[in-house]
């Protein structure tokens, strides 16, 4: 399979496949992130496939929170509210405090 990256110009495109779940008696789950996966990032993934639901939800509420509020448009409210607090205090631009 080839993937267009420019034109006239193609590169190839590797595609893995492979089954979390055991089918007939075996899964290559092991072979595939034994070889392509850090073994930190391998044990975070099988804690993150096991884990009951009620964790995976509140691990998602807190990721939503935590995105909801260190996003772009909050940081630059904190930002020039900030601005606008120095100016206020320093109307003639004075930095002398």
Request: charged share 20%.
């Amino acid at each position: 399979m080839w993937l267009l990256a420019r034109p006239r110009r193609y590169r190839p495109l590797c595609w893995v496949t492979h089954a979390n779940a055991q089918t007939a008696g075996g899964s290559d789950w092991d072979g595939f992130f034994d070889y392509f996966v850090a073994a930190a990032v391998r044990d975070a993934m099988k804690q993150a496939l096991t884990m009951l639901l009620e964790e995976r939800v509140n691990r998602w509420v807190r990721m939503i929170d935590q995105l909801q509020f260190f996003d772009v448009p909050h940081w630059c409210r904190t930002c020039l509210r900030a601005i606008e607090m120095v100016a206020v205090s320093q109307p003639n631009g004075d930095s002398s405090a």
